[in-house]
């Protein structure tokens, strides 16, 4: 694991203790019992492609602090009329200034959301199902194997959410295919330099031979304009996920439009 994962994985440790003494005790929240908007089907049913999940970030440790005071409700409301398919919401507090409580905040925008954190702990996955995302974010290499990833999609379908799992090479597909994953996110960014490397994009996707069983992919990272979606979109992504461009923005609305005037519009034959 790099230094900048573990550092992440140090700074949960804290929550995940929290966690074990509230279940100790019987006072973990139970399951959200409202609608959970299907992740995947949002992306692949989208008319554009690839599809936009929009994300909300304040803060990041490569940029620091990205937009001050922001409202998670009107960005993903400002997301949600640009023509975002759907959302992804940083919940990890001391790095990227997140909150659980922001799903409850952005869900009245109406598109699914992705809990975007550093979950490595079936704890970390209760407390998710007790919120309304629809879909959280494992780690490949931050987990112990395929065998535990592999629980971790199971226990995560149990309380009806979505697993996406994320990669950053060849290694960490090896692992997300042999775990069953079907929602794959390939990060560009390199871990010990935080350096952006979009050709990993394709690259992987080429090296895993294109999707297969049904596979949903993801572009995260290094995706900050039109031509960068057009160049997803003849990649084969079915989605890309933008966070800081469009945070940093002086009007997020905007700047997803703009986005997205780079990406396909499927007709029926090809969608």
């Not at 554009?48 to 620091?64: F, N, T």
């Not at 997803?256 to 034959?269: I, Q, W």
Request: with cysteine; net charge negative; glycine share 10%.
């Amino acid at each position: 694991m790099s230094a900048l994962l573990e550092r992440f994985r140090r700074a949960k440790l804290a929550e995940i203790e929290t966690l074990r003494r509230a279940d100790e005790a019987g006072t973990l929240p139970g399951f959200w019992d409202g609608v959970r908007p299907s992740f995947s089907r949002a992306l692949t049913q989208s008319p554009l492609r690839p599809a936009l999940i929009a994300e909300h970030k304040a803060s990041s440790p490569s940029r620091g602090v990205i937009r001050p005071g922001s409202n998670p409700e009107d960005i993903a409301r400002a997301y949600a009329r640009a023509g975002a398919a759907a959302l992804s919401v940083l919940t990890e507090e001391e790095h990227f200034q997140g909150e659980l409580g922001h799903l409850g905040r952005c869900r009245p925008a109406g598109l699914p959301m992705l809990r975007k954190d550093f979950l490595f702990h079936e704890l970390q996955i209760r407390r998710t199902a007790a919120t309304p995302a629809s879909a959280l974010l494992f780690i490949a290499r931050m987990l112990e194997g395929p065998e535990q990833l592999a629980r971790f999609l199971a226990l995560a379908g149990a309380a009806g959410l979505e697993g996406v799992v994320e990669i950053f090479d060849e290694a960490d597909l090896e692992t997300a295919r042999e775990a069953g994953s079907r929602i794959i996110q390939v990060n560009c960014r390199d871990l010990d330099t935080l350096e952006l490397d979009p050709g990993r994009h394709e690259a992987l996707l080429d090296k895993a031979g294109g999707k297969s069983g049904g596979e949903v992919w993801i572009a995260a990272s290094g995706v900050n304009s039109p031509g960068d979606m057009a160049r997803l979109a003849d990649a084969g992504y079915d989605a890309a996920l933008v966070g800081t461009s469009l945070m940093a923005a002086d009007d997020p609305e905007t700047a997803a439009r703009e986005l997205l005037s780079g990406a396909r519009r499927m007709n029926k034959e090809e969608a």
